[in-house]
């Protein structure tokens, strides 16, 4: 047989070999790294024998999947050292991810000094570097085996397999997993590892099944990459807005009021007030009328809307449609509620395109275990809009959404981190939608034609669409990795119908509109943590809840201190004095911990001639500066939204 490598050369060999054989053929170094191998574009193990004429690859750390064999088979390390530390562990599930890989285990939970000892034990067993080798049994004697092993989640797996399979395992000393592979030859190729935490999971990821120990770990190639990889998760935890966010006192939560319920604290409140007072004012010069309508509405509107028989699992329902006259729900959006104010009188084709806005506080009843921070929240606020239009307006309409976005994110400087999905319907589950194929196609059709027109790059995601139309997802990852959608635009030609929505055209006949449904900014929750996280909480003074600190080298200046504070207050700066009898340079330090981007100091000089001395986050000691240039520069930073450059070295 054949087999043509990566580079083009051709081995050939008479009988059938294995893959590891092959990449020995090829050089002892390559099959030393070998982690997994690649036929025809078909990831193998490398004990896969090679039968026929192929193309062969032979993966290493540095390809993705060699990464995940070589990351999985550390998972199978960790299993076996719980095995060995903690006989009575029962063995879930243990995949590779993106950052490492993780295993599940029906144990107590680990803390910390439990992980060190788990990962002393790995080191050992990886020392001592037994083969890994494949065995199969057919179904019912692999369910026999898992259950002498007394391994009851790895018995129901297995049940859940196909009664003609064939189930694979693999062995490592007196270790035994059942796995498909592909796996490492022995665990000596393993050389960096480090358990990164702990955490409970549920069973097959159900809050009705047991709640599981997972931890979570990762292997590399080389020390100084997984060194490299663990001063990342130094800097993302310094970021993490559930952690820093806290530390900041912008919010917190607290276990009696419910998850996902956060309060705001006089600092995060005043920086959402911030941010929403610029959309509204943003919104207002983009002619979108304000309406205020109310948080909760009876079940008949939303069986209108759709939303009770396709979103009633995500409401929160008050009352109970047994024994109550009137069951209310809290709202979900705010869609239906604004249709009513278009309807409360006829409309012509004059009165189109109508934009309707809200600062809108909305409910939705996620799992607790979904809870994070203020990016998984069961309350929200969103600058929410309906576009009611003609369909000669949509593509113009969508074109002013897409604008908008672009210059929300732009000012709060994240245009460049965001992706775009075009988010499409399932059409193997039609019954999670409203409206037929047709119209879905259609709809479909005329927003893909739009985005190609405006000349976005955008993926596509089948089945993320909403219930009533497709829609542009705007994406961002926070600091974990993970992806949220934080901005929509969604396309509806359905619901007009429902809700008996019209407008009397040119032609003086009644005809339906397009309603747009869209965001500008992400909820505001969440776009507090993504800007927590962007900017390690050093936010441009805009945004800041104190712009400013005032502070005087003695009680002397308290009088001088409080005028220059009025000053400032007049023309809109945030600012407070630190009156406190410190001493400057203790009081200089706590407000550069404060993240405060500007402190004046103040004393005899800067009394007598109407000076302060200024010294900022970007440019650290700027020296004196006239009271009123001061006032001037800040005040046009603020009006701005500039993005200053941070020049000096934050001891934070
Ligand atoms: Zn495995
Ligand atoms: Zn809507």
């Not at 006089?266 to 943003?282: F, H, N, S, V, Y």
């Amino acid at each position: 047989m054949k087999i043509t490598l990566k580079d083009g050369s051709v081995k050939e060999y008479s009988s059938g070999m294995s893959v590891i054989d092959i990449a020995k053929d090829i050089s002892e170094g390559l099959a030393r790294v070998a982690c997994a191998g690649e036929i025809n574009g078909q990831v193998v193990d490398l004990r896969t024998v090679v039968e026929d004429d192929c193309e062969l690859s032979i993966l290493t750390f540095n390809d993705e999947a060699g990464k995940a064999a070589y990351r999985h088979t550390t998972s199978h390390v960790l299993a076996e050292a719980v095995k060995r530390l903690y006989p009575g562990a029962k063995l879930a599930i243990g995949p590779s991810i993106d950052t490492g890989f993780y295993y599940d285990f029906d144990t107590p939970p680990f803390d910390r000094a439990a992980l060190d000892e788990l990962e002393k034990e790995m080191k050992k067993i990886i020392k001592e570097g037994a083969e890994l080798e494949k065995f199969t049994l057919p179904r019912e004697e692999a369910i026999q085996f898992m259950k002498d092993r007394e391994e009851p989640y790895k018995v129901e797996l297995i049940e859940d397999l196909p009664e003609d399979s064939v189930i694979s395992f693999y062995r490592q000393g007196d270790f035994v997993d059942l796995c498909a592979g592909p796996h490492l030859m022995s665990t000596k190729t393993i050389k960096a590892i480090k358990l990164i935490s702990s955490s409970g999971a549920y069973w097959r990821g159900s809050e009705k099944n047991k709640m599981l120990t997972r931890v979570y770990g990762t292997a590399f190639a080389k020390n100084s990459e997984l060194d490299e990889y663990l001063a990342y998760l130094e800097d993302v935890k310094k970021r993490d807005h559930n952690k820093l966010g806290r530390e900041m006192e912008l919010f917190t939560t607290v276990d009696v009021i419910g998850q996902g319920l956060p309060l705001m604290m006089p600092k995060g409140a005043r920086m959402i007030q911030t941010l929403q007072r610029w959309i509204e004012d943003e919104e207002e010069k983009r002619g979108y009328m304000l309406t205020k309508t109310p948080l909760l509405a009876k079940s008949d509107l939303y069986k209108i809307s759709g939303h009770w028989d396709h979103y009633r699992e995500g409401m929160f329902v008050l009352g109970d449609e047994e024994k109550d006259d009137e069951v209310f729900a809290l709202r979900p959006m705010t869609c239906p509620f604004q249709y009513y104010v278009y309807k409360d009188s006829q409309k012509s084709y004059r009165d189109l395109p109508c934009r309707y806005g809200e600062t809108s506080t909305l409910f939705r009843n996620e799992d607790s275990g979904e809870m994070h921070g203020l990016i998984r929240v069961r309350q929200f606020t969103i600058s929410e809009a309906h576009i009611i239009c003609t369909p000669e307006q949509v593509e113009e309409e969508i074109r002013g959404c897409v604008d908008l976005i672009h210059y929300t994110l732009s000012t709060l400087g994240i245009d460049e981190k965001v992706t775009f999905r075009f988010s499409k319907w399932d059409p193997n589950n039609k019954e999670k939608y409203i409206g037929t194929a047709e119209e879905w196609e259609k709809n479909q059709d005329t927003m893909r034609k739009i985005l190609e027109h405006m000349n976005i790059n955008f993926t596509e995601a089948e089945g993320e669409a909403a219930f009533y139309g497709p829609k542009l997802d705007v994406q961002f990852k926070n600091v974990h990795g993970k992806e949220d959608t934080i901005i929509t635009v969604q396309l509806d030609n359905s619901i007009a119908e429902k809700f008996d929505m019209y407008y009397v055209d040119k032609d003086g006949e009644k005809k339906r509109p397009y309603i747009i449904h869209r965001t500008s900014v992400g909820c505001y929750e969440r776009t507090l943590a993504m800007l927590i996280e962007e900017y390690a909480g050093l936010f441009p003074t805009w945004l800041c809840p104190e712009q400013v600190r005032i502070l005087p080298i003695s009680e002397k200046y308290h009088d001088y201190a409080n005028k220059v504070a009025s000053e400032l207050k007049v023309n809109g700066v945030r600012c407070t004095v630190d009156e406190r009898a410190e001493k400057i340079g203790y009081k200089i330090r706590e407000t550069r911990l404060d993240r405060v981007p500007y402190m004046l100091v103040v004393g005899q000089k800067e009394e007598e001639e109407g000076l302060v001395s200024v010294r900022s986050r970007f440019l650290g000691d700027e020296g004196q500066k006239p009271l009123d240039t001061f006032i001037n520069d800040i005040s046009k930073e603020i009006r701005t939204k500039e993005i200053k450059k941070v020049e000096v070295e934050q001891q934070a």
